[in-house]
């Protein structure tokens, strides 16, 4: 077997292999503590290295597709993984890492990465009654990684000692075992762990699994709790809080010498501020930073037949990015184009500079016990200069706590960076809400307010005396009112010709945002398929109609053929 772990490092660090700030750094993580390691108390086995990558094409199998019978050879990227899991040690020789953590774009291996060490860990890895589970929150979902594990046992040399039977592989003389593990389990009482795959973490809408998991493994020597996973759309849980995690100690802001991982993706701006620009997307010699597997298991092919359909398909491109470039979203349908919409939040709104300037309105007033939002959009003043939003939200105080908790959105951090109000007591207050648009029309000059017409009477009549009869617009939420504005929003966006801010609250809804279509091609915000709360851009598409209907005296226009770059 050629070794290329270490030649790996070099031409990542080198340049000759395309990768992202993420790889490099856990690159250089690796090359520095070869040099330094040892005043930590570290060292590297390399005898232990090459024993575990020796395993992979001695003794296991590929069982399926065009290398179906071939010894598991790995590829440079596999076997950096590998020599680092298994290769770094402790004064005291046991292993140095005990959490792993793996992201990388589909069809780039990791199952089979993860089979192989779960075999290793439960049959070679010297552990006597070892426990090793393959797990996820489904069994169906845990028995996937353990389905390749057994079909490499079955057809390969480790079928001479290692028993299977049913979704259980054993070994009797060290009464070791690996078996597929879930939440939904007859119980997780007495687990005595030496190695867990977690698999899909993404996928994991808790953390109660992780955590029985984790405490499961305190009675072993060396315990390894390898996760892998493709990027989700749920931040607010445990495979995100691993995810932040390992950024942290891979920046250096965080010192673990026990955690290991490595994040293949592009790179984007919302990781790395400094950035110009996020990576295009649409370009191929990007595409390997999320595939190291590139042109070996991964097929450019499929990728470029996907990628035509992303760049006229906003649904379709919320499923290239994440699947084939691993990069994180929301909303699973998504509209917005994510790139495009940080693109207009490089333009710099001055609420200052704002005063006194024509503007235009939307409320999406929420139910007693939800967010609230009020938009407005200003027209462009200059030439080149685009529509300016600003956006001011609200939320009961008393329950803000019970929301962070219950829906695992940053709520009181948003409320502390004043992103995000709040109103007094455990309901909306109307009250509180209609005094800060009164201050707002002292400030600007605000033509007209559009409004859900639903269930409004009361705000209504207080919009009126405060503007006047024609200062309040009924907008329905169906396809006839919200389509020709939803439109002109996205063509808006995909030409850089809206500015909101980069307010977060807005930025998270924007990626929350799920469009209904209907036969004749309109289409109007789906709160019922959004993930997360959309109120903001609900009322940031009020707002631009009556910014659009009214600015320069004609109706909203957009061209359909302009859609197809969303």
């Known amino acids: 077997m050629e070794l290329n772990a270490e030649a790996y490092v070099d031409d990542v660090l080198d340049g000759k292999i395309p990768a992202c700030r993420w790889v490099r750094l856990a690159c250089e993580r690796h090359r520095r503590d070869l040099e330094t390691g040892h005043e930590r108390g570290l060292f590297f086995d390399e ?37 680092s899991l298994f290769g770094w040690k402790r004064e005291d020789g046991t292993r140095r890492f005990r959490t792993a953590y793996l992201e990388v774009g589909r069809k780039n291996g990791k199952t089979v990465i993860a089979a192989g060490v779960g075999l290793y860990l439960a049959f070679l890895d010297g552990e006597p009654g070892a426990e090793v589970y393959s797990a996820a929150t489904t069994r169906d979902q845990a028995k996937i990684s353990h389905r390749d594990a057994t079909e490499m046992v079955r057809r390969g040399p480790l079928s001479q000692y290692i028993g299977i039977y049913r979704d259980n592989l054993h070994e009797l003389t060290s009464g070791s075992k690996f078996e597929p593990l879930s939440s939904d389990y007859n119980s997780l009482d007495g687990l005595n762990i030496h190695g867990v795959i977690a698999d899909e973490l993404h996928a994991w809408p808790q953390r109660d699994l992780w955590g029985v998991l984790k405490t499961g493994t305190g009675a072993r020597r060396q315990p390894l709790t390898l996760a892998i996973t493709t990027a989700g759309v749920n931040q607010q849980g445990v495979c995100w809080e691993q995810r932040e995690y ?70 379709a491109l919320n499923s290239f990015l994440r699947w084939h470039l691993n990069i994180w979203t929301q909303a699973q349908t998504r509209w917005i184009n994510p790139v495009q919409w940080a693109a207009c939040g490089e333009y710099v709104v001055d609420e200052e500079e704002l005063a006194g300037r024509v503007c235009y309105g939307g409320l999406d007033l929420s139910q007693r016990y939800d967010i609230t939002a009020f938009a407005l959009v200003f027209p462009p003043v200059r030439e080149g200069e685009p529509y300016q939003a600003i956006c001011r939200m609200w939320i009961p105080e008393e329950n803000v706590y019970d929301r962070v908790v219950r829906d695992r959105v940053p709520y009181d951090v948003w409320i502390r960076q004043a992103w995000l109000q709040t109103t007094p007591g455990n309901v909306v207050d109307y009250d509180f809400i209609l005094a800060e648009i009164e201050r707002l029309r ?54 850089k010709r809206l500015a909101h ?38 009322a940031l598409i009020m707002a631009l109609d009556r910014a659009t209907r009214n600015y320069g005296g004609g109706s909203s226009v957009y061209e359909e053929r302009d859609l197809i770059i969303l």
Request: aromatic content about 10%; glycine content about 8%.
């Open 246 to 315: 390992l950024t942290r100690v891979l920046k250096g802001i965080i010192d673990d010498d026990t955690y290991w991982g490595i994040i293949y993706t592009l790179d984007m701006k919302t990781d790395w501020p400094d950035l110009e620009q996020d990576d295009d997307w649409q370009n191929e010699t990007n595409w390997i930073k999320a595939n190291p597997l590139m042109g070996v298991s991964k097929k450019i092919e499929t990728m470029r037949q996907d990628a035509h359909e992303a760049a006229n398909n906003p649904a």
């Open 442 to 495: 002292q400030r600007y000059s605000i033509q007209e307010i559009g409004f859900d017409r639903w269930g409004m009477a009361l705000v209504t009549q207080r919009l009126q005396e405060m503007g006047g009869d024609d200062w309040v617009v009924p907008i329905g939420q169906g396809y006839a009112s919200m389509s020709a504005p939803m439109k002109e929003l996205g063509v808006m966006i995909a030409s």
């Open 47 to 83: 005898r232990a290295a090459v024993q575990a990558l020796a395993a992979f094409p001695t003794l296991m199998r590929h069982w399926k597709g065009e290398w179906a019978g071939r010894p598991l050879v790995l590829e440079p990227a596999q076997q950096f993984w590998v020599w």
């Open 501 to 538: 801010g980069n307010n977060p609250v807005l930025n998270w809804m924007a990626d929350n945002l799920v469009a209904a279509e209907d036969a004749a091609g309109n289409i109007k915000p789906d709160k019922g398929k959004a993930r997360e709360k959309i109120d903001g851009m609900v």
